[in-house]
């Protein structure tokens, strides 16, 4: 049994991902499996800065399909270019929403989400296997630390499943 993360909450933001990144790529140092990773990434991102819905979505031929995430129910499948996810997948780039109500084309899969993060995880070909999407039920939530924080975690993530 994994021992528990020890994230203290009352860090500002880049302390806590400074503590928790570290102590993340602990915890799956030596795991392989993709679920096993991507599962325990959502859960410990989760927990540790109390977001609305964290999860992934995965590359599955020409939309992305619903993998593991920690939140209410989600949409199942979102297509290239469509919504925060299908946008950053076809850019190939993080897309930071401060306010998803102003976001063309958002899919509002819960009324609650006010803003998002999505940050596509590259494999070491260079093919994308998929994206993190974090949603807040809190207007500008996320900005540049999230941003930067995320894309190293999700450049490890992306490497360690290639």
């Not at 129910?73 to 109500?101: F, H, M, N, Y």
């Not at 260079?126 to 450049?155: P, Q, W, Y």
């Amino acid at each position: 049994m994994a021992e528990s993360l020890h994230i203290d909450h009352q860090l500002s933001k880049n302390a806590k991902y400074k503590q928790l990144i570290p102590e993340l790529l602990s915890l799956i140092g030596d795991e392989s499996n993709a679920t096993a990773i991507l599962s325990t990434v959502a859960a410990v991102l989760h927990e540790s800065f109390n977001f609305f819905w964290t999860g992934f979505y995965l590359v599955n031929q020409n939309e992305l399909v619903v993998g593991p995430f920690q939140g209410p129910v989600a949409c199942l499948r979102i297509q290239k270019r469509k919504g925060v996810c299908g946008t950053a997948w076809k850019e190939e780039k993080s897309v930071v929403v401060p306010d998803v109500d102003r976001f063309p084309g958002h899919i509002a899969c819960s009324a609650s989400s006010k803003s998002e993060i999505v940050v596509p995880i590259f494999l070491s070909s260079g093919e994308i296997f998929g994206v993190l999407d974090i949603d807040s039920a809190e207007l500008n939530t996320f900005d540049e630390k999230d941003r930067i924080n995320l894309e190293k975690l999700c450049k490890y993530i992306g490497a360690k499943i290639s």
